[in-house]
């Protein structure tokens, strides 16, 4: 084995979590012991019901419920692996699960199935939907734009209709994304749809229902990111390549499922939670967070700028303690220099706690939503109609009038 193999053995993802944060305290602990009452009397001995409850989010929000002790515990995801493994994960652990009913279902949470289940199962207290496409790479094709619309807009969409034909009364979460903010990338401007969507009149139906999201930055070494790219990189002695001069906010898992169990409970109807950030403190800039965790890991950074060179100087690199690093430019389509949480004229509104305020949903332009979703099904469903990125970006605009698309004509799928 070599010392790459050896050296990352023993760091735990909590050690390498505030090697990206910056940070050795947590956050949103206080928030959570102000408002404990406020969370125990919404989810103990209640029905909960988490969507894509497997992922990364899904399933720390999942662990944050668990103390609460609600009475039944559902969780869907598509994925069975990850179920099976959340499932294992839990019973392994001490305390187990605290839960009379727990059940995980792999389903796909706008099949019919899952219509099937909000049907026959008694009502839920709280749905919290974690599902969707969340990479910035979707931006690659027509293809991929219109799966990312079925994921975040049109499932969305008819969950919501299921909801109101079968539930009583509820609060019903949707994670969003910083992206959603002044968004430059039909990844956010998807999930700031989704966001107008369950804000708009009717969809969650006011007089026996609330709807809440959340926007909030990267989750460090969650499933997928360029974090968690970093390890399986190692695991493999493949390059870590890292973008230059581009800083980003991060939260550990623990904190993201914080973040979604207190907007769920705590933010007002029709609001979305936003963490306070100093963007001078909080910060961090990526090549700097690629070169801890390759230091952690036993090994000097050596700062390529051709990929060729880096594939080719792994072993020589590693024979010298040295681990490849290749630095790119930042040139990809719908890539940011840094996160923002708030739009332009959006309100925030402060609702008592000390790391997050709330922010106003506001409502799109009349019949915009409607005519959204109509024509996102139509594109999705029927594979005859034509269609084009120019006109999907067209349509997001319709919804999203701050939506300035950002394409480079470079994709994230060009880099390593």
């Known amino acids: 084995m070599t010392a790459m193999a050896d050296a990352g053995r023993d760091i735990s993802i909590e050690a390498l979590s505030a090697l990206a944060t910056g940070r050795a305290a947590e956050l949103f602990a206080s928030d959570m012991q102000a408002r404990e009452a406020d969370i125990r009397a919404c989810v103990t001995g209640r029905r909960v019901l988490v969507i894509g409850g497997a992922g990364s989010i899904g399933s720390a929000t999942v662990r944050a419920l668990l103390p609460f002790a609600p009475r039944s515990l559902h969780v869907v995801d598509q994925s069975e692996n990850n179920l099976v493994e959340l499932l294992r994960d839990l019973r392994s652990a001490p305390p187990g699960i605290p839960v009379p009913d727990f059940r995980v279902l792999p389903i796909d949470f ?25 990479h910035v790479r979707s931006e690659r094709d027509v293809p991929s734009l219109l799966h990312l619309l079925d994921t975040n807009v049109v499932k969305c969409a008819r969950l919501l209709r299921w909801l109101g034909d079968t539930q009583r009364s509820y609060r019903y979460f949707c994670v969003s994304t910083d992206k959603a903010a002044r968004p430059v990338n039909l990844m956010g401007a998807s999930k700031r749809v989704m966001e107008e969507i ?13 709807a809440t999201s959340a926007r909030f930055p990267n989750v460090a070494f969650s499933d997928g990111s360029l974090l968690d790219g970093f390890l399986r990189r190692l695991r493999k002695r493949q390059p870590l390549a890292v973008p230059v001069q581009t800083r980003r906010y991060f939260i550990t898992l623990v904190e993201a499922g914080r973040i979604c169990l207190l907007a769920a409970v705590c933010a007002p109807d029709r609001h979305l939670l936003v963490p306070r950030v100093d963007g001078e403190k909080d910060l961090r800039e990526l090549q700097a967070v690629a070169e801890a965790v390759l230091r952690a890991h036993g090994f000097e950074p050596r700062h390529y700028r051709d990929e060729a060179e880096a594939k080719r100087g792994v072993e020589a690199d590693l024979k010298g303690g040295r681990y490849p690093l290749l630095l790119t430019p930042l040139d990809t389509s719908g890539e940011k220099s840094c996160e923002e949480f708030i739009d332009d004229g959006e309100r925030t509104v402060e609702i008592g706690l000390a790391d997050l305020t709330a922010v106003a949903g506001r409502s799109a332009p009349a019949g915009a939503v409607e005519a959204f979703v109509r024509r996102a099904e139509e594109l999705v469903s029927n594979p005859a109609a034509a269609v084009s990125k120019d006109e999907i970006v067209r349509l997001v605009g319709s919804v999203v009038p701050s939506f300035h698309h950002l394409e480079t004509g470079h994709s994230l799928d060009q880099r390593m």
Not at 118 to 125: F, G, I, M, S
């Open 198 to 210: 369950i804000f708009a009149d009717g969809a969650v139906p006011r007089e026996r229902a609330a």
């Open 110 to 134: 706008g099949s019919p199935v899952m219509h099937r289940v909000l049907r026959e199962e008694p009502p839920y207290d709280m749905v919290l939907n974690f599902a969707a496409l969340k």
